[in-house]
């Protein structure tokens, strides 16, 4: 697939005063000595301030499923611009927000009739919580507070989302603060029985059978719900055993909770399909979105929700509120025209299945790194990829880095995340990018100590 070429910025070299922004998941202070700043972006590239191409390995964050600045997504928010740039979304209601939400609920089927918009997967997490609290109150089962996520897991930055996610570096400084009775799962990570799977490792569904002894400690009428990531992204790409996910779905059903996939990364095309369940045949209660609702052109994220959830609101004299939570930007005009066109542009381009023709390409590529220096795990999942690394005695992280600074400054962006090199390229990627990408991972490996 042709890439545009890029056009000119005059200027563009120049770096601006960096040290207002304090810069998000970031070691500012390296950073503003060592920046690597990018100043435009087309189809699978970015170009940096020095006028270097650099191939995206990772949908900027996840996100630009669609590669970046997709026309027609620019130009739907161009025309949107023309029309409506904002409307309350308390009490008014403007028609792109009612079009997306048709759109997205019968392309996700399996029941999820209702969609509440949020602005980003963190409060998309936190507006899935809420739901499932004030589900069980408006049932007369008030008594089911206690909410169940797992260890590793990341379910973005809101208190909620800290709550019941598993990543230590997030939570240890506002542990006084986090939500109560909350619980976890253990993670699926075990080098010792998975190490190098190719997709879902066969060893593993038993792990699910601790939310049986979550149960019986705190007792199911406490628990209104259970949230994991179908594939866990931000720890590494840790993929669900065979059996797992559908063995939480069978002990959910039996207690009465309530099932809440967070597919934020997985979602849009990045494991194959629109969402998990049509992959893996397991459907939750609830399924959180955003990154590749809009190919990451404009914020939006949103909570999926089975009709059976959005009845048990619908009670009551009709004049009065059902469900005292929103945000501002709910439903924005330009994310829902983002939305629609990216929507359009998966199903129309054939995006799904080329991510789904595409994982073998990338397992086989990622896994030929499998004795380059320093790896002890390759794990692959969709369009979707991590290389572990053994760690450096007394620097944990370090080495991972430097990989991410020697891809950066060789012409490819990954990520790392703690001792892992996570790649996720978008839906457009060839195959040809695909090595490209996993040879500078492996010129970094070698170069790197």
Known sequence: MSQPAFQSLPGAASVPDLDAYWMPFTHNRYFKQHPRMVVQAEGMHYRTADGRRVLDGLSGLWCSNAGHRHPRIVEAVKRQLDVLDYAPPFQTGHDKAFELATALT??????????????????????ALKIALAYHKARGDGGRFRLIGRARG????????????????????????????????????????MAFS???????????????????????????????????????????????????REICTRHGILLIFDEVITGFGRIGPLFSADRLGVVPDIVTFAK???????????ALVQKSIYDAFMTGPEHLVEFFHGYTYSGHPLACAAGLAALDVYFQEGLFERSAALEGVLADAVHSLRDEPHVIDIRNFGLAAAIELESRPGAPSTRAMEIFHHCFDHGAMVRYTGENIAIGPALIVTEAQIAELVDRVRQALRAVA
């Open 154 to 193: 990341y379910h973005g930055v809101g208190f909620g989302g800290i709550s019941v996610g598993g990543m230590v570096a997030n939570r240890k400084a506002f542990a006084s603060a986090l939500l109560p009775g909350v619980d976890h799962l253990p993670h699926t990570h075990d080098l010792a029985h």
């Open 198 to 248: 190719r997709g879902q490792p066969a060893w593993g569904a038993h792990l699910a059978e601790d939310l049986e002894r979550i149960v019986q400690l705190h007792d199911a009428s406490t628990i209104a719900a259970v949230i994991v990531e179908p594939m866990q992204g931000s720890a590494g790409v840790i993929v669900p055993p065979v059996g797992y996910l559908e063995r939480l």
């Open 106 to 127: 019968r392309a996700t089927g399996r029941g999820f009739d209702h969609v509440f918009f949020a602005n980003s997967g963190s409060e998309a997490v936190d507006t």
């Open 292 to 302: 590749g609702i809009t190919s990451g052109v404009v914020p939006l994220g949103g």
